[in-house]
């Protein structure tokens, strides 16, 4: 069974940091990407990045670029995002997801964590 678990999610005041975590198990497909994505409150999922995990090609939205970075460490099975210089339209449930052909279609998702920005 495919298990995806964030965390590092929290409050923090803006212009700091935060560092998600997401732990991926119970699988052993060949190529996939792991995304983050988040929903703020009463607005739509939106991409935030992407990660191809064989040759760790990046991808990311343009309201994070350059503050935002996703990495993924092989040998734990865990993808991360750094967020620096947050902002608090930042501010949503940051959603871990799978896409297993590498296709952009997220077949299996976390639970979510709870990051909230204040002004």
């Known amino acids: 069974e495919v298990q995806l678990v964030e965390s590092g999610g929290g409050l923090v005041q803006a212009g700091g940091s935060l560092t998600l975590s997401c732990a991926a198990s119970g699988f052993t497909f060949d190529d996939y990407a792991i995304g983050w994505l988040r929903q703020a409150p009463g607005k739509e999922r939106e991409f935030v990045a992407r990660i191809r995990w064989g040759v760790g090609n990046t991808y990311y939205a343009d309201s994070v670029k350059g503050r935002f970075t996703i990495s993924r460490d092989k040998a734990e099975n865990r993808a991360y995002l750094q967020m620096d210089s947050l902002k608090p339209e930042d501010t949503a449930v940051y959603y871990c997801?799978?896409?297993?052909?590498?296709?952009?279609?997220?077949?299996?998702w976390g639970q979510g964590t709870q990051v909230t920005v204040s002004s």
């Open positions: 997801a799978l896409d297993r052909g590498g296709d952009g279609k997220y077949e299996y």
